[in-house]
């Protein structure tokens, strides 16, 4: 059998939005198939407390709500994650644009520095993770995982095609996240008839009808990523949407059972 490097990613968690029984079948999975590497795609936490949609809005914004997310998010989410995963693994926290707003937060409020940061709180650097800046990627073999803050214009109002705008700016293989809604797309090179690159949006570990959204329709589905490499760095990847908190994969249910 090949010794494969796989590659589980998830994407959009948004705690404490987030869909418990699709974090449950990833879970589930990664106790299983033990991945050698973990992403978190970005958007880890919603951070609808301190986000400046919600500016001058105290419905939104409950007494403690910022640390009882960080509290409830290592808890119920981060340590029953490191729990299942190889101790060799290799972790990528990539850094979403809810995330990013706890910078806008110390922006706007200097003096809370060095108090309003979730890597450091959560201590990510000495549990091994690696974090991924906003805007920035992280590859392996030949393919790149980035938030895909950029994607969109307001909110998460995206374009028909985000796959397509996202291989179209980048020009190379890659998954992102943010828009929520599963989708691929190839692009071709005029130039070559065996140069090919996929772009991939991958389906979301949050909620698909938040309250915010009103009950709006939308494309949105749960799930999460899992990426198969070959030595030379080509790989195989499959979106595993998860539905009524289970899925199959490899002919094997995870999740609810």
């Known amino acids: 059998m090949l010794k494969l490097d796989r590659c ?107 108090l309003i940061d979730r890597p450091a709180a959560l201590r990510l650097a000495e549990r091994g993770w690696k974090v991924v800046p906003i805007g920035r990627s992280y590859r392996h073999g030949k393919l790149s995982w980035l938030h895909g803050e950029w994607l969109t214009g307001i909110g998460n109002q995206a374009g028909v095609y985000p796959a397509k705008k996202l291989v179209d700016v980048l020009a190379t293989n890659a998954v992102a996240g943010h828009t929520h809604a599963a989708q691929a797309f190839t692009r071709v090179s005029p130039a070559s008839q065996s140069q090919k690159w996929m772009g991939y949006i991958s389906p979301i570990l949050g909620k ?42 490899g002919g094997r249910r995870y999740g609810k059972k």
């Open 8 to 114: 589980v990613s998830g994407f959009d968690l948004h705690w404490p939005k987030a869909d418990r029984p699709t974090v449950r079948a990833m879970l589930d999975f990664i106790e299983v198939e033990r991945p050698k590497i973990i992403v978190l795609g970005g958007d880890q936490f919603d951070n609808e407390c301190i986000s400046h949609h919600t500016r001058n809005k105290p419905y939104y914004r409950a007494r403690s709500a910022y640390l009882n997310d960080q509290r409830g998010f290592e808890s119920d989410f981060l340590n029953p994650l490191e729990k299942v995963l190889f101790k060799d693994c290799e972790k990528i926290w990539i850094t979403g644009n809810h995330d990013d707003w706890e910078f806008q937060l110390v922006e706007s409020n200097p003096e809370l520095e060095g």
């Open 208 to 249: 698909v009808n938040p309250t915010y959204m009103k009950n709006r329709p939308c494309a949105w589905v749960n799930g999460f990523n899992v990426t198969e490499f070959q030595e030379n760095g080509n790989f195989n990847h499959y979106p595993i949407v998860v539905s009524g908190g289970s899925c199959i994969y």
